[in-house]
């Protein structure tokens, strides 16, 4: 578990349209059994709103939109296979919660 880690979505019912999640939980928090995070929907399956709240990012070059404004937490047994650190979108991210919760 980490901050800014992308988890596939195990759930069956989700997981064509938030095939990811990005564990967004700052690790002071730790030892909480839930984990907060924000769903990754591809690209297509989006009608893209205010650029700011719901950036791309890009996954081995396929564009994802970060679903902030569906921000929610999961229990850590969810989030059972890490597929790679997001840290290098770690403004983004913040900027898009900024956006969400202070409306900056």
Known sequence: MGQFILYKNENQTSNIVYPFFIDIQHELLADLNTRVVIPLSPLELVNKCLERLTPVIQLNQTDYV????????????????SVISVESYRDVILSAVDMLVAGI
């Not at 921000?71 to 296979?81: D, I, M, R």
């Open 66 to 81: 970060l679903m902030t404004h569906l921000l929610t937490s999961v229990s850590k047994k969810q989030l059972s296979e």
